[in-house]
């Protein structure tokens, strides 16, 4: 069982076979605190601010990734890192961003950090299948909700967990993205919860894909 906890943003803590393994930790995202955790493993998408405060949830012998590409061991975990672009140009005019992908108690996990255009062939076969996906969805800074859709229809993960959209309390420049409304406004297969956080295994996974809304507010 892989406990999948939210904490805001892109922030994503996941707790699996004695690992804790924390995605994008941010700082300074107004309206949020900033994420606690004591991580094993910190993955970073890149570098900017509101995706790479590993200080927030490192302990004395954390391992970190920032915008890696390649395959990595690190604590028992063999970890793939895929190089997209933060923007839709893939011009590089925001820098680059990594997308990782492993695999915790039999079930493929996959988190797209701050990916800011849609995905082509080569890089849909690199990242694989995947059963759970981490998706951005807000638009301006990252993909918004066609692309977003596009992207969910290629991978097809059997759960698709919706970041990186305004949330309620958010504010100064992201007030600017998207609510999360404009991409599920269309889909089937939606499960709001009123938390946080989700168990998963991969013997309750479902058969198509799922879009389920986190809530950590």
């Not at 990595?72 to 063999?78: D, I, Q, S």
């Not at 993960?157 to 999360?180: C, D, E, Q, T, W």
């Given at each position: 069982m892989v406990e999948v906890i939210w904490h805001g943003h892109s922030c994503f803590e996941l707790r699996g076979n004695g690992l804790t393994i924390v995605h994008d930790p941010f700082g300074?995202?107004?309206?949020?605190?900033?994420?606690?955790?004591?991580?094993?493993?910190?993955?970073?998408?890149?570098?900017?601010w509101d995706h790479n405060n590993a200080d927030a949830v490192k302990k004395e012998d954390s391992e970190i990734l920032e915008e890696f590409a390649g395959t990595?061991?690190?604590?028992?975990?063999?970890i793939r890192g895929i190089g997209t672009f933060h923007d839709e140009k893939r011009k590089g005019s925001r820098g680059k961003n990594s997308v990782y992908v492993y695999q915790l108690e039999s079930v493929t996990f996959c988190h797209l950090g701050d990916l800011g255009h849609d995905l082509n062939d080569e890089e849909v076969s690199a990242i694989g299948q995947v059963d759970v996906l981490f998706i951005p969805v807000g638009g301006f800074f990252t993909?918004?909700?066609?692309?977003?859709?596009?992207?969910?229809?290629?991978l097809n993960?059997?759960?698709?967990?919706?970041?990186?959209?305004?949330?309620?309390?958010?504010?100064?420049?992201?007030?600017?993205?998207?609510?999360?409304d404009d991409f599920i406004k269309d889909k089937e297969n939606i499960q709001q919860l009123d938390g946080p956080s989700i168990q998963i295994t991969k013997d309750t996974l479902p058969e198509v894909t799922t879009h389920i809304l986190l809530k950590f507010w």
């Open positions: 300074s995202v107004p309206g949020i605190a900033d994420p606690k955790a004591e991580a094993d493993i910190i993955l970073c998408s890149h570098s900017h990595k061991n690190l604590k028992r975990l063999e993909i918004g909700p066609d692309v977003a859709t596009s992207v969910v229809v290629k993960p059997r759960i698709n967990i919706p970041m990186h959209y305004r949330a309620p309390m958010m504010g100064g420049m992201f007030s600017s993205l998207k609510p999360v």
